[in-house]
């Protein structure tokens, strides 16, 4: 019987499970939706105990649809966001999502101030309202009991690892973008320092190379699961690096840059020295390498599938994730409609959507079209900052599944784009984590075993389609140079109008 790798993805929108073997042959996989998110306004939460018990179910469902013997286990999640523990290591209220927008105004504060300096020059990356450090701050101004209840500050990986064995552990790819430094792969203490926060690093577990972040699982969780207890469970990277890795970013030969497009877009390149790029937004972000030498620098959108569903509100659409046809048009939109407003490349909390172009004429489908271009311009905003040059793009997430899409990103971004359409990058890139760092396996055996080949490469088109894209990407980011300085002014008056009461 094989030894089966159980990889664990919780994601904002769906939590999956799956088995591997060692050789990367995927044999199972289960999936349920987020049963713990909660929206309302800015608050986006999660019930701790809901997702434990999702995770620990779709685990369960999984394990029953495979034979073999397990051999270990590696869980992954969304990368941001404060899950916090009281004394007693029980849930201090519901967690706060990455995609929250309560600490939007104290971002704002601190970025008029310029008081965000010190940070950036330690960790690299300008605090957002999906930092933790940012988020600990508003719970301390806004709810100074719950505040002074909290032990621990969590990530949820951090939180689903410790349901599983036990014991707090972090590693360094998640904490060190909100609290270390990217070069000594420390804590520095310039952050809370900077903020005025009484406390932040004395709330975070312990931190350890990824490879030592690892632990028994527990007899309960051995029965909630399925899986045997003592199983080694290995704190992985958050999802956005194991996707990237699970794309081939930094293991197959050629492959050093790759867009996803899930409920966010990510767009993210291997550097040995992300120092010294021309260009980088203050919401870019460095994580040491995984699997060995180098960094994993990404540019985190909060905007990236998430605004068809937006649209739909707007437009009254069906939106299609796969199987749409172009609707060229001179619509210029501006996807922006996330209530934290955007992370990179553009880094700002007051980020607005946009639309010109709009007439009487105009048609839902034309509207659609143009938010598949606007993430593909967004795409090669990012990669251009990032220094890609033409080289292939890797293509991974939902969106991956509509090859129109892929096509305009080829052309839009001049470069060949790689497409993986079975939705399992993040899942295969934490088993080859979990391959590499449990059982030994190189880097070579992982980019010949675990990544596999692509579905299709699709190359960039020419001719009036080439024209278009050119000409529509120039206007996209002249557009957004000259709205961008009201941004702030537009987000005052949506203050001001709920501070009045008006409706």
């Given amino acids: 019987m094989s030894d089966l790798i159980f990889c664990l993805d919780s994601g904002t929108t769906t939590v999956k499970a799956a088995a591997f073997d060692l050789e990367g042959r995927f044999l199972a996989v289960a999936q349920r939706p987020n049963s713990a998110l909660r929206r309302s306004g800015s608050f986006v939460e999660q019930d701790m105990d809901a997702s434990r018990d999702d995770a620990a179910r779709v685990l369960a469902e999984c394990a029953a649809k495979v034979e073999g013997k397990p051999a270990g286990l590696i869980v992954t999640a969304q990368g ?62 806004n709810e100074p009991e719950r505040f002074e209840r909290i032990r621990f500050a969590l990530r949820l990986k951090e939180w689903l690892f410790f349901c599983f064995t036990g014991e707090l552990k972090a590693e360094p790819s998640a904490l060190l973008p909100t609290w270390g430094d990217w070069r ?17 690093i004395a ?36 999802d956005v690096q194991s996707t990237l890795i699970g794309l081939g970013l930094g293991l197959v030969p050629g492959i050093e840059r790759c867009s996803i497009f899930g409920t966010s877009a990510i767009h993210g390149r291997h550097m040995a020295d ?18 060995g030498d180098g960094y994993v620098s990404f540019h985190p959108s909060f905007n990236g599938a998430s605004l068809f569903e937006h649209l739909r509100h ?37 980020a607005r959507g946009a639309l010109f172009g709009l007439t009487a004429a105009t048609t839902p489908a ?61 899942l295969k890139g934490a088993g080859a984590i979990a391959a590499f760092h449990l059982f030994g396996l190189s880097r070579e055996a992982l980019a010949n075993t675990w ?19 050119e000409r529509k990407y120039a206007l996209f980011v002249h557009l957004i140079d000259a709205v961008l300085p009201h941004w702030e002014a537009l987000a005052e008056i949506e203050a001001t109008k709920t501070e009045s009461g008006l409706t």
Avoid: C
Wanted: net charge neutral.
């Fill in 80 to 141: 941001d966001g404060t899950w916090p523990l009281d004394a007693d290591r029980r849930p201090a209220g519901p967690s706060i999502t990455w995609l929250d927008g309560r600490a939007r105004d104290l971002v704002a504060a601190h970025t008029r101030r310029g008081t965000f300096k010190p940070i950036e020059d330690v960790t690299f990356s300008r605090p957002t309202a999906a930092s933790q450090s940012m988020q600990l701050l508003w719970l301390a101004r």
């Fill in 451 to 469: 990544v596999g080949a692509y579905d299709e490469r699709i190359d960039p088109e020419t001719g009036p389609v080439a024209d278009y894209a």
């Fill in 203 to 238: 709330l975070l577990p312990e931190m350890l190379p990824i490879g030592s972040t690892r632990s028994g699982l527990s007899t309960e969780a051995a029965k909630a699961t399925g899986l045997p207890a003592g199983l080694p469970v290995l704190l992985g990277p958050g």
């Fill in 274 to 291: 992300p120092g010294q790029m021309l260009e980088r937004p203050a919401g870019a972000m460095v994580q040491p390498f995984a699997l």
């Fill in 314 to 350: 707007l437009t009254g659409r069906t939106s299609q994730s796969n199987g749409v046809s172009p609707a060229y048009s001179g619509l210029v939109l501006q996807p922006f409609l996330e209530p934290s407003g955007e992370r990179a490349p553009y880094t700002t909390p007051h």
């Fill in 184 to 200: 000594s792969h420390s804590p520095s203490p310039v952050v809370e320092s900077t903020l005025g926060l009484s406390r932040g």
């Fill in 366 to 426: 034309e509207i659609d079209w143009a938010g598949r271009e606007a993430l593909a311009f967004v795409a090669r905003r990012s990669h251009e900052m990032m220094q890609g040059g033409h080289a292939s793009i890797a293509l991974g997430g939902g969106l991956a599944a509509d090859r129109a899409f892929a096509q305009f990103l080829a052309t839009a971004t001049r470069s060949p784009v790689l497409r993986a359409t079975d939705g399992q990058a993040g």
